[in-house]
Nanobody, 115 residues
Framework: QVQLVESGGGLVQPGGSLRLSCAAS????????INWYRQAPGKERDLVAT???????NYADSVKGRFTISRDNAKNTVALQMNSLKPEDTAVYYC?????????WGQGTQVTVSS
């Protein structure tokens, strides 16, 4: 059974940092394109960052230069390092794994940026 479990969310002040982690079981992270999405209340789920099977990364314009996605194949995890956080980064963050016809989601982790 495939599971993606996000962790690391929480409350942080503007300008602060958080590191999200996505731990996979039942699938091999390195064989999948891994995406981080986020969804704020009343808004659509938006793509934030991607890391491909060959390690190529891509970011939404709104987070470029502030967020970094990385993969640890030995631990079968993907991280999202978030720096210089802004109130508009507040959302539930979801991990997503895709390979051919397979598409898996985690349950999400809440990130709140507020003073």
């Amino acid at each position: 059974q495939v599971q993606l479990v996000e962790s690391g969310g929480g409350l942080v002040q503007p300008g602060g940092s958080l590191r999200l982690s996505c731990a996979a079981s039942g699938l091999t992270i390195s064989y999948h394109t891994i995406n981080w999405y986020r969804q704020a209340p009343g808004k659509e789920r938006d793509l934030v960052a991607t890391i491909t099977t060959v390690g190529a990364t891509n970011y939404a314009d709104s987070v470029k230069g502030r967020f970094t996605i990385s993969r640890d194949n030995a631990k079968n995890t993907v991280a999202l390092q978030m720096n210089s956080l802004k109130p508009e980064d507040t959302a539930v963050y979801y991990c997503n794994a895709r390979f051919q016809w397979s598409n898996y989601w985690g349950q999400g982790t809440q990130v709140t940026v507020s003073s």
